[in-house]
T-cell receptor
Framework: KNEVEQSPQNLTAQEGEFITINCSYSVGISALHWLQQHPGGGIVSLFMLSSGKKKHGRLIATINIQEKHSSLHITASHPRDSAVYICAVRSVGNQFYFGTGTSLTVIP | GAVVSQHPSRVICKSGTSVKIECRSLDFQATTMFWYRQFPKQSLMLMATSNEGSKATYEQGVEKDKFLINHASLTLSTLTVTSAHPEDSSFYIC???????????FGEGSRLTVL
């Protein structure tokens, strides 16, 4: 069983659509990270969350600690949002666990 | 912001040779760095956790004698793929954990091709 489960695995959306990617985890965590990997391979950390909600531009990340669940939302999606989004959690023992990623394609 | 530099970005080598990949944290001290392998169209596979001044902790199924990790300073970790074979061809990525902020910063990745 994976410590981090992500869904969906693949997602295709029309430009302008609202997108949600979900992440569930089974370990006690210190923080949860949402990562973005573009086709070139580079990975950036979009958010680091330990509670509540964060917003950056068109991206919103939420976390529910009791339910061990986080969501990443993209509003008014754009083709440049096409990437792989990875959920990662840092356990209370500072171990990292990674989801399998969600491949997002936004069609113009 | 904090930057992690990984070098080389691409390397081609002959079967049987060894290849070293460097991961540097440029503006913070990283007591912990991570090494990942990524196969095409798949997510990151954590290979090992590299701790400054001590032995790396390898994930199950990762050969420690094949993938040598050294974290000799607070800003540098190296991954050496020893006696490389074509099946070692892959995209290798490092990341560094900044303790003060809890943030995780990633290198640009290194694409290894073994002929």
């Amino acid at each position: 069983k994976n410590e981090v489960e992500q869904s969906p695995q693949n997602l295709t959306a029309q430009e302008g659509e609202f997108i949600t990617i979900n992440c569930s985890y089974s370990v006690g965590i210190s923080a949860l990270h949402w990562l973005q990997q573009h086709p070139g391979g580079g990975i950036v950390s979009l958010f680091m969350l330990s509670s509540g909600k964060k917003k950056h531009g068109r991206l919103i990340a939420t976390i529910n600690i009791q339910e061990k669940h986080s969501s990443l939302h993209i509003t008014a999606s754009h083709p440049r949002d096409s990437a792989v989004y990875i959920c990662a959690v840092r356990s209370v023992g500072n171990q990292f666990y990674f989801g399998t990623g969600t491949s997002l394609t936004v069609i113009p | 912001g904090a930057v992690v530099s990984q070098h080389p970005s691409r390397v081609i080598c002959k079967s049987g040779t060894s290849v070293k990949i460097e991961c540097r944290s440029l503006d913070f001290q990283a007591t912990t760095m991570f090494w990942y392998r990524q196969f095409p169209k798949q997510s990151l596979m954590l290979m090992a956790t590299s701790n400054e001044g001590s032995k790396a902790t390898y994930e199950q199924g990762v050969e420690k004698d094949k993938f040598l990790i050294n974290h000799a300073s607070l800003t540098l970790s190296t991954l050496t793929v020893t006696s490389a074979h074509p099946e070692d061809s892959s995209f290798y990525i490092c990341s560094a954990f900044e303790v003060n902020t809890g943030e995780l910063f990633f290198g640009e990745g290194s694409r290894l091709t073994v002929l």
